[in-house]
T-cell receptor, first 114, second 113 residues
């Protein structure tokens, strides 16, 4: 297993466009998390899946954001009508049940909205 | 409202000396704490954790100390090595919240040869 994979690594998009990111967690991990990190800040929680069920969403996740994890495997995070304030590093992490907070993070997708 | 605070944006130490990184928290519901290390262009990597029922946890050169009454934890690295140069994030969570973590802003550690 090569760890948590995120695609793409970088994305530049024009304001108003939609973007979608993909995360492939470690195969035996049933928990998957999305975090967002802006410059000079630590990662901020966005949403969490246990298997295919999305169990919690942060108030940071406006209605322009949607995340899915079909069949409890990979996950996608879509941002509609992107705004400049969406520019950030989007991090995906996974953990096994009972793993506590010791996540394995992916390398992230850096989004730049111009 | 920042629930996890790392008040030192940066720290510089000499190779072989001790590095001490500090973290304060405000939420009494946090019951476990973690440190992550992050190199440029990579995601954070889990380093060490501690449960609120303990006051110390050690793993090789890394030791985390927890002072619950002061709502303070620290990470000690001894001896420090140039490869330890990275951003260190303190994080806290509650088992009752599905292990969602709240991170500090990070401290950039530079270990000089």
């Amino acid at each position: 297993d090569t760890g948590v994979s995120q695609d793409p690594r970088h994305k530049i998009t024009k304001r108003g466009q939609n973007v979608t990111f993909r995360c492939d967690p470690i195969s035996e991990h049933n928990r998957l998390y999305w975090y967002r990190q802006t410059l000079g800040q630590g990662p901020e929680f966005l949403t969490y899946f246990q298997n295919e069920a999305q169990l919690e969403k942060s108030r940071l996740l406006s209605d322009r954001f949607s995340a899915e994890r079909p069949k409890g495997s990979f996950s996608t995070l879509e941002i509609q009508r992107t705004e400049q304030g969406d520019s950030a590093m989007y991090l995906c992490a996974s953990s096994p049940m009972g793993g506590g907070g010791s996540y394995t993070f992916g390398s992230g997708t850096r989004l730049t909205v111009v | 409202d920042q629930q996890v605070k790392q008040n030192s944006p940066s720290l510089s130490v000499q190779e072989g000396r001790i590095s001490i990184l500090n973290c304060d928290y405000t939420n009494s519901m946090f019951d476990y704490f973690l440190w992550y290390k992050k190199y440029p262009a990579e995601g954070p990597t889990f380093l060490i954790s501690i449960s609120s029922i303990k006051d110390k946890n050690e793993d090789g050169r890394f030791t985390v100390f927890l002072n619950k009454s002061a709502k303070h934890l620290s990470l000690h690295i001894v001896p420090s090595q140039p490869g330890d140069s990275a951003v260190y994030f303190c994080a806290a969570g509650s088992g009752g919240s599905n292990y969602k973590l709240t991170f500090g802003k990070g401290t950039l550690l530079t270990v000089n040869p």
